[in-house]
Structures are given as structure tokens and as C-alpha cells.
């Protein structure tokens, strides 16, 4: 948590391209990496998230890789699609705290 | 299963008017409550949050308010608004740091 940042503010993609959104994060105590998808209009909602004892973890075409040396974790999306545009957030976070810290935000435009 | 529910969907108010929303969680007992605001084109910010009845912390000084007074209601609230209170309002509950948000209140003060 404490200072996020997500790298870029925006991103515009060929269907069926992929797409990587990077998230940096400030605190080292971080041990909980989720991100969450906001369509037009809607609520956020959670779509992969990854625990600080693992690299890795893969969803069908969505991925989300760890490096907590470097205190940043990345959204991988293969084989896009007109549906995954939207704003994603990530939201590191340290386990026993309240203080939820969300990122600035990536705009997705899958072109058709 | 869980639910929350939010209300209103929308709301217009003028500057200088109260404010009152509403946010209730069913189907879990003693949950975490959270409001957040998302400006226009922005990020979420954590505006309140609440570890159970009558418990409030602040994250952010503002003109707004937060109150518990059941174990699954959440209120937020304003004596007075101000323009920039505009925004998208939403409620949240979260399970093993897993936010759940409800459908949000869209508030435009004018």
C-alpha cells in the first residue's frame, strides 16, 4: 500500500493482442496483490489477486506475476477481447490494516 | 450468499443541502464497511471505514460523515454540500482483504 502508482494511465490494444498493466507499490510489508476490473458505470470487482509466497497465478487469459524485490506486480491479458475494455485498479495491501490504497487506474481499449 | 445494497442510485443535490446514503450488507455478521469516492475519471479513495458498530476511522477530512449504528448499515453523511463532493459513491465489505463493493450512488452537487 502507502504510495501506488500504475503504469500507463492508458492503453489501446488490437483484438486479440495482449495487454500488460504494471502496478508499483511503496510498502514493503504488502503481502495481498489483487486487481479489479470497473466497467463503464459499474462497481469494481475483483478478477485475479496473488499472495506474497507466490510468483505467479494464472486465471484462463488473465495472469498476475509478483516481484517483491522490486515492490511491483503485473496484469498480463492474452487473446483480447472487445469485453475486457475497461478501467483496472490494483490495490496492494498489507494484512491486518483497514487502509485499502487503490491505483490511479488503466484505461483498456480493445480495438475490433 | 452476500449481498449489499445501496441507496439511493442517483441523487441531485444543491450545494449547501445535507446529504444522507445509505449502505446495508446482508447474508454476514460483523463485516468491515468501507465508503469510498471516485471522482469523475478517477481512482477510488477511502473515505471511511468501519471495523463494527458505533467504530469509525477517517482517512480523509472532509465535510462528510460516517455512521454505524447496526452491524450491517453503513451511513454516509453531510451537513453541507459542496461542489466538489460530486463523484461516484460506493460501499464496501471485504472477506480475507477481498473488497466486495456495492452498486454505488452517483451524486451530482449542483
Known amino acids: 500500500g502507502e504510495n501506488v502508482e500504475q503504469h500507463p494511465s492508458t492503453l489501446s490494444v488490437q483484438e486479440g493482442d495482449s495487454a500488460v498493466i504494471k502496478c508499483t507499490y511503496s510498502?514493503?510489508?504488502?503481502?495481498?496483490f489483487p486487481w479489479y476490473k470497473q466497467e463503464l458505470g459499474k462497481r469494481p470487482q475483483l478478477i485475479i489477486d496473488?499472495?506474497?509466497?507466490?510468483g505467479e497465478k494464472k486465471d484462463q487469459r488473465i495472469a498476475v506475476t509478483l516481484n517483491k524485490t522490486a515492490k511491483h506486480f503485473s496484469l498480463h491479458i492474452t487473446e483480447t477481447q472487445p469485453e475486457d475494455s475497461a478501467v483496472y485498479f490494483c490495490?496492494?495491501?498489507?494484512?491486518?490494516?483497514?487502509?485499502?490504497?487503490f491505483g490511479t487506474g488503466t484505461r483498456l481499449k480493445v480495438l475490433a | 450468499s452476500q449481498t449489499i445494497h445501496q441507496w439511493p442510485a442517483t441523487l441531485v443535490q444543491p450545494v449547501g443541502s445535507p446529504l444522507s446514503l445509505e449502505c446495508t450488507v446482508e447474508?454476514?455478521?460483523?463485516?468491515?464497511l468501507y465508503w469510498y469516492r471516485q471522482a469523475a475519471g478517477r481512482g477510488l479513495q477511502l473515505l471511511f471505514y468501519?471495523?463494527?458498530?458505533?467504530?469509525i476511522s477517517s482517512e480523509v477530512p472532509q465535510n462528510l460523515s460516517a455512521s454505524r449504528p447496526q452491524d450491517r448499515q453503513f451511513i454516509l453523511s453531510s451537513k453541507k454540500l459542496l461542489l466538489s463532493d460530486s463523484g461516484f459513491y460506493l460501499c464496501?465489505?471485504?472477506?480475507?482483504?477481498?473488497?466486495?463493493f456495492g452498486p454505488g450512488t452517483r451524486l451530482t452537487v449542483t
Open positions: 490495490a496492494p495491501h498489507t494484512s491486518g490494516t483497514y487502509k485499502y490504497i
Open positions: 468501519s471495523v463494527g458498530i458505533g467504530q
Open positions: 464496501a465489505w471485504d472477506r480475507t482483504y477481498e473488497q466486495y
Open positions: 447474508g454476514t455478521s460483523n463485516p468491515n
Open positions: 510498502d514493503s510489508a504488502s503481502n495481498y
Open positions: 496473488i499472495r506474497s509466497n507466490v
